[in-house]
């Protein structure tokens, strides 16, 4: 797990929700997918600093709780908590190493979580803990790099990132340096785990109706830059989505 390179991060990670490919396809869709949370409650796994965690407390979740590995990513949760309070909980945790909650949660969610597990046990203990975490027929939404990303496709630069194989090999599949391209850039590595990898791990882990579901660009990002400017984000998506029902 990466606790160290978010660490150095902090309140930087906000930024990246500006960037083009974010802001017009990542957050819509994945809110889209995730759809009505009214009176739901919501565990947000690796909430980084708490944007989707606020978001579905404003999109009136009953409860939410973040938790991540970086403790200065949730200090910046929470300070963000007290500077417009919405009712977020936020605590220090490896998902990895979950501890047990005592209420069941109705939606889990993983926003560039299992990428992190170097070894296909780790990503399926992840898997495991969001399972046991959840009510029964409760909805798990994951979001990581496309398995189908081509490095030598298209590249997403003009979107705000920029994606490189480091050259090493993780057990679950090549190691990648995604660098935000804001100002300074801000660098992070993960792997970029096989499509059977996620699909096996979710079930071994319980899941059933295991489902990839692209992302889309906004209509306000149509209107905002064009179609040609979306042409290579099409062709080469550089992220998916999941969902799994417990």
Known sequence: MSEQQYDEIGEAFEGFKALPLERYAVVPSFLAMVGDVRGKSVLDLACGTGFYSREFRRRGAADVLGIDISREMIGVAQALEEREPLGARYEVGDASRLRSVEDRFDIALAVQLINYADDIATA?????????????????????????????????????????????????????????????????????????VYEQCLRAAGFSDVTWVPLTVSEAGMREFGADFWADFHANPPLEMLRCRA
């Open 124 to 196: 399926e203990q992840m898997c495991r803990n969001a399972h046991r975490s959840l009510k029964p027929g409760g909805e798990f939404f994951v979001l990581n790099q496309s398995p189908d990303f081509r490095f030598d496709g298209p590249p997403p630069d003009r979107y705000g990132f920029r994606s490189e194989l480091t050259g090493e090999q993780a057990q679950t599949g090549p190691k990648v340096r995604t660098t935000a391209l804001l100002d300074p850039p801000v660098s992070f590595v993960a792997n970029r785990p096989r499509r059977e």
